[in-house]
């Protein structure tokens, strides 16, 4: 079966605290994504790479960073926690050929981050 | 970037047919169509996509409407586990992104 593991379902942080938010794929895929879910927000994109060591902004990047060291893995970064990053964090994959065929992205279960 | 727009909630009777519309007038000719739904407590899972050419597979139909900037996803027959949020999306190729809307919340009857 397809996996797309998030290290950690609940965290509570306080502000300021550097945060990370590892996942994992066992797909071998080249794309990977990660969003936050807020209520009445939806789904928003903070950043997404197409191989490792790449990064591309989406459309929320200000306050993470990103890093992928390697192609299985891609870390979530909050460098200084506040507390309107309390959130649902969501990570996902798929492969490369995805940008041209539009085949399946796989989610992960979700990361419940609280700051307080 | 292309936006969907979709109805807040929906109701339906379980063993009836579920159409859920989406519109996405400016939908760009490389962008394709999916649909997911999220349960609660998980994550989205995939539910079925196209590009220009209805779709059906073991979960749901997909009709797409001749000029790109609509469509619908088809439950034939709604049961109460179907009772979820169901996003349509636009897989940008240009851009890699994907873009959700704001989902529709279904409710299933029994």
């Known amino acids: 079966d397809v996996k797309v593991t998030q290290s950690s379902r609940y965290l509570v942080k306080r502000t300021g605290e550097k945060v990370f938010l590892e996942c994992v794929q066992d797909?071998?895929?080249?794309?990977m994504f990660w969003y936050r879910q807020d209520p009445g927000l939806g789904l928003r994109l903070i950043y997404f790479?197409?191989?490792?060591?790449?990064?591309e902004k989406g459309d929320i990047p200000e306050g993470y960073s990103v890093s992928r060291e390697k192609k299985e893995r891609f870390s979530l970064i909050l460098e200084s926690a506040s507390t309107n990053q309390t959130s649902m964090y969501l990570c996902?994959?798929?492969?490369?050929?995805?940008?041209?065929?539009?085949?399946?992205?796989?989610f992960g279960e979700g990361s419940w981050l609280t700051v307080v | 970037d292309a936006k969907t727009t979709q109805p807040n909630s929906m109701e339906s009777n379980e063993e009836e047919p579920v159409h859920l519309p989406c519109n996405h007038s400016?939908?760009?000719?490389?962008?394709?169509i999916h649909w997911y739904r999220q349960l609660p407590s998980q994550g989205p899972e995939y539910v079925i996509h196209?590009?220009?050419s209805n779709v059906n597979n073991r979960m749901a139909s997909l009709a797409i409407a001749e000029d790109r900037k609509s469509s619908t996803l088809i439950l034939h027959r709604a049961t109460l586990r179907d009772a979820a949020v169901y996003y349509c999306?636009?897989?940008?190729?240009?851009?890699?992104?994907?873009?959700f809307g704001q989902g529709t919340t279904l409710q299933v009857k029994p």
């Open positions: 996902a994959s798929s492969f490369r050929q995805s940008r041209l065929s539009g085949n399946t992205i796989y």
């Open positions: 797909m071998d895929h080249e794309n």
């Open positions: 790479s197409y191989d490792v060591k790449m990064k």
């Open positions: 400016t939908i760009s000719g490389t962008d394709y």
């Open positions: 196209g590009l220009t």
């Open positions: 999306i636009l897989w940008s190729s240009n851009t890699g992104k994907l873009i």
